[in-house]
């Protein structure tokens, strides 16, 4: 695996449009995504942030956003997400292939002025994807690339 990162958060949506829950650990479902996540099936299983993104969009809005209103499921540093529709990204021993660009919606701005402008370029909201190898993560997994054919 290539440079890898690290998991930094957690969070699970209990309902569409609902809170996020933080959490320390959660389990992985190929075919469904996190269990007692909000959104299960479809392409968009599980959503996943960058650090570094993140902290790019926030220096361009006045104030410290939290990270919870971007309303991802993983928080993640040390791995660009930009441009990385159809590679694997592996979190701990679970693996998640990269479907597409998540874009910022009217929701962010209702979060924290301005943010959704700020999420809007280079992938900075990060990407979703489907699981496709189910197990148990936590806080603190490394996380990183797979090499193609891995």
Known sequence: MSSTGRLEKIWIKRAKKGPMDAAEAARAVVGSGLEGNADHGGKRQVTVISVESWAEAAAEVVGEPNPVLRRANLLVSGVDLAHSRGKTLRVGDVTIRIRGETRPCRRMDQGHPGLRAALGPDWRAGAYGQVV????????????WLASGE
């Open 133 to 144: 190898r189910d197990g148990e993560i936590k806080l603190g997994d490394e996380v990183g």
